[in-house]
């Protein structure tokens, strides 16, 4: 990608923990199931910290893209998606900050396909210290599938939807707190 900033490039010995099963030519049948989440494990470099001594906001907008393109090579959805002359653009990112991260920490990055939308894709992501099993960060990026040549968004095809299980909410949520009732 150009313009692979020190965050990036600081990853490159992340560890994947997710196989592609996608073969090309074989019959639907035949393709074995891929865990629908997707792993990325990283040790923080020291040049992603800010000011503030901890894991700068950009560095997660970043690890959130490199997760995607992994999940998406692993399927072989990036592939389909060079095959028909599209390519993945960034429609809106959102991230909440639960708790901060350090150099030298190992962090899991999960991330997963909620849903397809036309032309549009919701992917989120969770961010979880590894030496407490503390939730960081979660997020997610709304995607959209445009024409490469044009720009112009086109719709999803199902056979690129089909290379993704779905999962629609967090897992492993645990319950959220009702609202507080009194109030109409």
């Known amino acids: ?3 692979a900033s020190a965050c990036r490039l600081a990853v490159c010995a992340a560890i994947v923990s997710n196989e592609c ?3 090309a030519g074989a019959e639907p049948a035949t393709i074995p199931v891929m865990n629908p989440i997707h792993r990325l494990e990283i040790i923080v470099p020291a040049e992603v910290l800010d000011r503030n001594r901890h894991v700068n906001n950009v560095a997660y907008v970043q690890w959130m893209q490199d997760a995607a393109i992994q999940h998406s090579a692993a399927t072989g959805c990036t592939r389909m998606t060079e095959a028909i002359g599209a390519t993945w653009v ?3 990112h959102r991230i909440e900050y639960l708790s901060p991260a350090f150099a ?5 990055v999960l991330t997963w396909v909620a849903d397809f939308r036309k032309v549009r894709s919701l992917r989120r992501y969770k961010f979880i210290r590894a030496a407490d099993q503390k939730t960081l960060a979660h997020g997610e990026t709304d995607w959209v599938l445009v024409d490469a040549a044009t720009g112009r968004p086109r719709a999803i095809p199902s056979e690129m939807a089909n290379l993704f299980e779905m ?3 967090e897992p492993h949520n645990a319950p959220r707190k009702p609202p507080a009732s009194g109030r109409k």
Not at 104 to 108: K, S
């Open 1 to 3: 990608m150009p313009g």
């Open 21 to 23: 099963y996608v073969q």
């Open 90 to 92: 960034a429609r809106m």
């Open 104 to 108: 030298g920490e190992a962090i899991t």
């Open 167 to 169: 999962v629609p909410d």
